[in-house]
């Protein structure tokens, strides 16, 4: 009897899953806590995360991906993507694997957002004037961007400017 409440458990907790990952992917960590708050056993767990994996459902590769792919999108910067992901459960490796294909893309929303940022009409006071240098270093800090690519991003825009 036992054998087959657990039974029970693990196909509603796979199908609990399966219906999450239809709306969005998914770390298996994500995965796990979720099934956790629901009082699903860590046998359970385990046996619903390997079929998921099995099956071609779940993937943190794939998962990393999409998930670099959206917050370079919404210009967020490495470092806070870095950490994002850490939180999910990625290992560092995967992460940076994905992270370097967007260098160039982190370079070029530095940019923008330092253009967004900067005062309307006077172009100077954004290279000449260090509490507004100062200030928009610190917001794209605050989005996660490093500052050797904020300082790249401001040599660039400054020798366009010339």
């Known amino acids: 009897m036992a054998s087959n409440l657990t039974d029970i458990a693990a196909n509603d907790a796979y ?13 298996q960590q994500e995965l796990r806590n979720k099934m956790q708050q629901h ?11 390997s079929r998921l994996i099995a099956n071609n ?9 999409v998930f670099c792919r959206s917050r370079v ?12 992901l850490k939180q999910k459960g990625i290992e560092a490796a995967l992460a940076n694997q994905f ?14 957002l ?3 940022k ?19 270093t610190r917001s ?6 490093d500052y050797d690519t904020i300082r790249l991003a401001f040599t660039l825009l400054k020798e366009e400017n010339r």
């Open 15 to 27: 199908r609990h899953c399966l219906a999450m990952l239809a709306r969005r992917e998914h770390s």
């Open 39 to 49: 009082g699903v056993s860590n046998d359970v767990i385990d046996s619903v995360i």
């Open 57 to 65: 459902y779940q993937s943190d590769t794939r998962f990393t991906e």
């Open 73 to 84: 999108g919404r210009k967020d910067g490495a470092n806070k993507i870095r950490y994002q």
């Open 99 to 112: 992270l370097a294909q967007y260098s160039d893309d982190f370079l070029h929303n530095a940019q923008d």
């Open 114 to 116: 330092i253009i967004r």
């Open 118 to 136: 900067a005062p309307r009409g006077d172009t100077n006071k954004l290279f000449y004037d260090i509490k507004v240098k100062d200030k928009i």
């Open 140 to 145: 794209l800090l605050n989005k996660g961007y």
